[in-house]
T-cell receptor, first 115, second 113 residues
Framework: KAGVTQTPRYLIKTRGQQVTLSCSPI?????VSWYQQTPGQGLQFLFE???????NKGNFPGRFSGRQFSNSRSEMNVSTLELGDSALYLC??????????????FGPGTRLTVL | KQEVTQIPAALSVPEGENLVLNCSFT??????LQWFRQDPGKGLTSLLL?????REQTSGRLNASLDKSSGRSTLYIAASQPGDSATYLC????????????FGPGTRLSVLP
C-alpha cells in the first residue's frame, strides 16, 4: 500500500508570491491534516480536512488555506509569502469515522524556502 | 491550553543500552498519544499509538506507557542500535473533532557504535 505522498518535495519562492502544495493520502484514508515545522516553533497544526470539509483549524493567518477533493487529495495554499513561512510542510492522513484509532501517517514533507 | 514537553532535549548513548524518553502534557483530557521518529529533513514515522483507555503499547524493541492522571508517557527503547538515531516526538490528540495533535519539541537521540 502506498504511503502519503507530497508534491513538490522542494520549493523556492520569493516574498509576496503564492504557493500551492499537494498531498495524496493513503488509499482509503479520508482525513488529511497539515502541519508546519520550523526550528523555532516546532510542529504546529494548520488544519484538518475530512470528506472535503475543513474540520479543524490552527492559529494561522488567513493567508494559509486549504481544500480537499472528492478523492481525498488535499492542497494547501499560502498567499503573499513571507520570509517566516519558510518551513517543512507536512501532511498526514488517517482513517476517520466510527471506532477508528485515528493513527496519523505522515508524508515526507515539502521544504519551502522563501527568499 | 495543552502544552507538551519532552525530556531530555538530547541524549547520546553507546550502542546496546536501554533508554527511556519522557513526554509530559498539562491537560489529562486527551484522546490518544502517539510517538513518532523523524530522521533529519524527513517526515514523521509513526512508532506507537496509545489510546486514552490504554496503559501501554509494545512494538518490537519499543514500549510506550501512558499515565493520563499524571500527564506522562514514556518511550522505552531496548538494546539501542545506531539506526535508532533520530528525533523522537510525542503528540497528544485532544479529541476526535477538537484541535488536532499538539506536539512536543522532541528528543534528539544519538546511538554511538
Amino acid at each position: 500500500k502506498a504511503g502519503v505522498t507530497q508534491t513538490p518535495r522542494y520549493l523556492i519562492k520569493t516574498r509576496g508570491q503564492q504557493v500551492t502544495l499537494s498531498c495524496s493520502p493513503i488509499s482509503g484514508h479520508r482525513s488529511v491534516s497539515w502541519y508546519q515545522q520550523t526550528p523555532g516553533q516546532g510542529l504546529q497544526f494548520l488544519f484538518e480536512y475530512f470528506s472535503e470539509t475543513q474540520r479543524n483549524k490552527g492559529n494561522f493567518p488567513g493567508r494559509f488555506s486549504g481544500r480537499q477533493f472528492s478523492n481525498s487529495r488535499s492542497e494547501m495554499n499560502v498567499s503573499t509569502l513571507e520570509l517566516g513561512d519558510s518551513a517543512l510542510y507536512l501532511c498526514a492522513s488517517s482513517l476517520r469515522g466510527g471506532q477508528t484509532y485515528n493513527e496519523q501517517f505522515f508524508g515526507p514533507g515539502t521544504r519551502l524556502t522563501v527568499l | 491550553k495543552q502544552e507538551v514537553t519532552q525530556i531530555p532535549a538530547a541524549l547520546s548513548v553507546p550502542e546496546g543500552e536501554n533508554l527511556v524518553l519522557n513526554c509530559s502534557f498539562t491537560d489529562s483530557a486527551i484522546y490518544n498519544l502517539q510517538w513518532f521518529r523523524q530522521d533529519p529533513g524527513k517526515g514523521l514515522t509513526s512508532l506507537l499509538l496509545i489510546q486514552s483507555s490504554q496503559r501501554e503499547q509494545t512494538s518490537g524493541r519499543l514500549n510506550a506507557s501512558l499515565d493520563k492522571s499524571s500527564g506522562r508517557s514514556t518511550l522505552y527503547i531496548a538494546a539501542s542500535q545506531p539506526g535508532d538515531s533520530a528525533t523522537y516526538l510525542c503528540a497528544v490528540r485532544l479529541g476526535v473533532y477538537g484541535q488536532n495533535f499538539v506536539f512536543g519539541p522532541g528528543t534528539r537521540l544519538s546511538v554511538l557504535p
